[in-house]
């Protein structure tokens, strides 16, 4: 009797594996993949241990105006007036307290109303134009992107961003992004209406800053872990080297400190001691492109640790400070720490909020 039973539940397991397997494996083969995942190439993460151990220092942030925007990523001030730009296409201005929507983009050309006094841009994905506008400018700026650069590998450029090289200058360098070795960094004279490839071959550029000086300017390679810089004047004009590398998480964006240092903010953390999955699926592209068939990047991104970091770098690159919410309770998903007035005030590409640290109980 224990024999035929044993033989029953083998059958029956088995019958209901293939059920499943089956279909699975036909959904894999004969779906397209959204996405064409490359393999990445990561050394061991560093340990957090030192300057970069393990904290709950954000979880002294507060939440400001929660359920009154969504994903506001990057944020900027002129005096005491923020902007930021939101996931559903909004450029929010911030003042004493009142969020004013003043420009939206993302869903054509751009829109009539005027940006922020730092360029905006958005990409109008029918026409792969960069789109942005400048408050007091009557002039709309479209740049085709695809006559910039040659070879089949670039088709557009996803999410730009901009930042102006010097406060006097009419010169814009612009990163576009892509999922292989098509990312690049470009120069936009606002004067000759000119854009200059830097950069090329760089792997999901993901946030521009100039340095304190305007010598040079670093772009951030989030997928690598790393931190890239190219010159912009000086001796070493046109050159670039390695400025950070093997980064304890994926850097998102990158703004100037006090300290004359930079703030970079982790999209996703590679902990160590601890395992990374981010590391675990670098090179095994065949998994990325299973999970991706199966479900939607919202889904996907659903599943990332909420585990929260901002560090501080000197300016030669080096670790001074970190702050950690590591599972996210305070503050989720920071894409950048923006410092004014003695406060980081802390973007996201997915919380509802914006998140303010008051530097001086850190």
């Known amino acids: 009797g224990s024999t035929y039973s044993s033989k029953v ?6 019958t209901l594996a293939v059920s499943v397997a089956v279909p699975l494996l036909g959904v894999t083969v004969l779906l397209d993949c959204p996405i064409d995942p490359q393999p990445i190439s990561l050394k061991e993460p560093p340990l957090l241990t030192g300057v970069l151990e393990p904290n ?3 979880r002294k942030a507060e939440r400001l105006w929660e359920n009154q925007l969504v ?3 990057s ?9 930021t730009g939101t996931a559903d296409g909004k450029i929010i201005k911030i003042e004493d307290g009142e969020l004013q929507t003043i420009a939206r983009i993302g869903h054509g050309p751009c829109g009539e109303e005027p940006a922020p006094d730092n360029f905006l841009g958005s990409l109008a994905k029918k026409s792969c134009s960069l789109c942005s506008q400048a408050l007091g400018r009557t002039e709309e700026l479209c740049v085709p992107v695809p006559s910039l650069l040659e070879g089949p590998q670039v088709t557009c450029l996803h999410e730009p961003g901009l930042k102006q090289t010097s406060s006097s200058s009419s010169s814009w360098v612009l990163k576009g992004q892509q999922s292989s070795w098509a990312g690049c960094l470009l120069e936009y004279d606002t004067v000759t209406k000119e854009v200059k490839v830097l950069m090329v071959g760089l792997r999901f550029p993901n946030g ?5 000086a305007e010598d040079f300017v670093l772009v951030q390679e989030t997928t690598m872990a790393r931190i890239r810089r190219y010159y912009v004047s000086g001796l070493m004009k046109g050159g670039a080297d390695m400025f950070v590398e093997n980064m304890p998480g994926l850097p998102d964006n990158i703004r100037l400190s006090s300290s004359g240092g930079y703030w970079v903010a982790m999209a996703a953390v590679r902990p160590n001691p601890g395992f990374s999955w981010l590391d675990f699926l670098s090179e095994k592209t065949w998994i990325k492109r299973m999970i991706f068939k199966l479900l939607s990047q919202e889904t996907v991104t659903k599943f990332v640790p909420k585990y929260s970091l901002v560090v501080e770098l000197s300016e030669t690159g080096s670790y001074k400070r970190s ?3 590591p599972t996210g309770v305070t503050v989720a998903y920071v894409s950048e720490a923006h410092e004014h007035n003695g406060h980081l005030y802390l973007g996201s590409f997915r ?3 914006i998140g303010r640290l008051d530097l001086q109980h850190v």
């Not at 539940?9 to 088995?14: A, E, G, K």
């Not at 944020?75 to 902007?83: E, K, P």
Request: charged share 15%; proline share 9%; no cysteine.
């Open 9 to 14: 539940f083998r059958v029956t397991f088995l």
């Open 323 to 325: 702050f950690h919410d």
């Open 75 to 83: 944020i900027v001030n002129i005096g005491d007036v923020l902007f």
């Open 56 to 58: 709950t220092k954000l």
């Open 71 to 73: 994903g506001p990523e």
């Open 351 to 353: 919380s509802p909020y």
């Open 208 to 212: 521009v800053q100039l340095s304190p």
